[in-house]
């Protein structure tokens, strides 16, 4: 389409200059004078609705890159994460809280079921866990990849070696246009027919249109010399309507198409020369007309190459502008996904894996030790309503009335030492050995006191790894030990898993608890125990990073 408007463009332009030079032609006939002035009423419309459009993408580009220059980054980053936080909790509420709800009403039923057979109900929320696990590492694996790249800045195709089909029927008509004329005005203006030579000269001049797209200075120097060869052997070039096509493409082609400006001007330039030396010489009536076609095309060109230079300037700053904003946007909503994953995480894995082992207690039990199998499931219900509202509350962050607000770096829930003594006793319900030591150097009144992000941190610390030793070394011993100082708080988690420990437990949850403790300015460090066996986890917070950062 667009080509089809440039093309109309140097025609419409042709014509109008050519009508010009005709008016001021004495000698010019009266049809002659009637067809171009057709030909000028033509043009000048065509030239103004393109003026229009070339005018309206102007001013659209240039709207566009103030539109994005106003746009704040922080702003647009906001709303990136806002669109961000609904899908994600739509991805919850489909595979998360479900997941829970669903083991929370096989627990209520196997209640139901005590007295007769709650077997059917328990197993049903060990599988309906395990499917759950598989769906809660799916889910952290979709959050924690990269997003896509930011695409680059789009660049103008390169113009094509070989000439395009549309070149190739443009120059035909040009030759069958010239070799037309030739035949029928040949003999008027030169007093007999014209010799061969002359017209295939005349015709190669007009096929040069060829490389109008291509290489348009090729084409506009090779019409040039095609005259001054035809001059200097004595047979010339004729002129006529075929030069709105060929010289005037050309030299429109040069100034406005071609990369390096000197280049195409030098090409008009001999183009113009070998005009104005052939035609002066064998037909000057039509000098001045043919000159004014080169030129008005030419300046044309140039006009069009101004507007085109100043439109893609728009377009560069406006797309620059663009990547820049969606860099930030993009980097917004990927902290944001983490901090989803790291929450999810922290809220789910764990609870999953205890209702799991309970409700396994609770089977197991329930012949034998009745009270402890009926505790057990307690343990179960629990849970899944304690994980259910922490994940209400997650949701309403995330999808809620506070759009781009970033939840508590300690999760959702603020959680405190009281916290993390009822996790050590939750896992020891979960058959777990566990020696939980809290102390504070120097003591403090009631026992340690740290600021809310601290404390969750030391929560979560605590929840991970008595949660993995449950699964990778049950019936282990573990010790915990959580001290805190004047300047720092330590966490010590260890276990006495049988056999020396595989490759570390490096899995999300410790990955999220590393990202946690790097915000607080603290460290994680994850591996074998100090004998290789078991496994080991510790983690230093400084005390004065934490002020001022929410739970």
């Known amino acids: 389409m667009r080509a089809r408007s440039e093309h109309a463009l140097v025609a419409g332009a042709s014509v109008a200059v050519a009508t010009a030079g005709v008016a001021l032609d004495p000698s010019a006939s009266a049809p002659w004078d009637l067809l171009f002035g057709a030909c000028l009423f033509f043009g000048l419309l065509t030239l103004l609705r393109l003026a229009l459009r070339a005018g309206r993408r102007a001013r659209h580009e240039r709207h566009r890159a103030r539109r994005l220059a106003q746009v704040s980054p922080a702003e647009n980053a906001r709303r990136a994460v ?86 190739v029927l443009v120059a035909a008509a040009a030759v069958l246009l010239a070799l037309a004329e030739s035949a029928a005005y040949g003999e008027e203006a030169t007093g ?11 015709a190669l001049a007009a096929s040069t249109v060829v490389v109008r797209r291509t290489r348009p200075w090729l084409g506009t120097a090779a019409c040039g010399a095609v005259f001054l060869l035809a001059h200097a052997v004595g047979f010339p070039v004729s002129s006529g309507l075929w030069t709105l096509v060929t010289p005037g493409g050309l030299a429109w082609a040069s100034t406005a198409r071609q990369r390096r400006l000197p280049v195409g ?101 329930r012949a034998t030790d009745p009270a402890a199998a009926r505790a057990a499931l307690d343990v179960v219900r629990r849970t899944a309503a304690e994980t259910v509202g922490e994940l209400a509350a997650l949701a309403a962050v995330t999808g809620g009335g506070r759009s781009g607000v970033p939840p508590p770096a300690g999760g959702v829930v603020e959680h405190g030492m009281a916290d993390v003594e009822e996790v050590v006793e939750r896992m020891r319900g979960a ?73 570390p437990r490096r899995g999300y949850g410790l990955v999220g608890i590393s990202e946690r403790v790097e915000h607080l300015g603290g460290s994680l460090h994850a591996g074998p125990g100090d004998d290789g066996r078991g496994f080991r986890v510790r983690v230093r917070v400084p005390l004065g990073a934490a002020h001022g950062v929410g739970a």
Do not use: K
């Open 82 to 167: 806002a669109q961000e936080e609904r899908r994600l909790a739509a991805d919850v509420e489909a595979v998360v809280r479900s997941a829970v709800l669903r083991m929370a009403s096989s627990a209520d039923r196997a209640l139901q079921e005590w007295e007769r057979d709650p077997h059917p109900a328990l197993r049903d929320v060990q599988e309906e866990g395990q499917r759950a696990t598989v769906e809660l590492r799916r889910l952290l694996g979709l959050l924690r990849e990269p997003g896509d790249p930011v695409p680059a800045a789009a660049r103008p195709a390169a113009a094509g070696a070989m000439p395009s089909r549309g070149d």
């Open 192 to 202: 007999g027919p014209q010799p061969a030579a002359s017209v295939g000269f005349t």
């Open 265 to 365: 001007l030098t090409a008009v330039a001999v183009l113009l020369t070998g005009v104005v030396v052939s035609l002066a010489a064998h037909d000057p009536a039509n000098v001045r007309i043919v000159v004014v076609i080169i030129v008005g095309s030419a300046v044309g060109g140039l006009a069009v190459r101004g507007m085109d230079r100043s439109e893609r300037s728009a377009r560069h700053r406006a797309a620059e502008r663009a990547q820049h904003l969606e860099r930030a946007a993009e980097e917004a909503v990927r902290a944001r996904r983490l901090g989803v994953a790291r929450d999810l995480h922290d809220l789910v894995s764990s609870a999953v894996g205890v209702m799991v082992v309970h409700s396994g207690a609770a089977e197991a039990l």
């Open 431 to 503: 058959g777990l050995t566990i020696s939980f030591t809290a102390n504070s150097v120097p003591p403090r009144p009631g026992g340690p006191s740290l600021p809310p992000a601290v404390a969750g941190a030391v929560y979560r610390t605590v929840q991970e790894s008595l949660t993995n030793a449950a699964r990778h070394a049950p019936g282990a011993a573990v010790t915990v030990v959580v001290g805190v100082g004047p300047d720092a708080v330590c966490v010590d988690v260890v276990d006495d898993g049988p056999g020396r420990s595989p490759v």
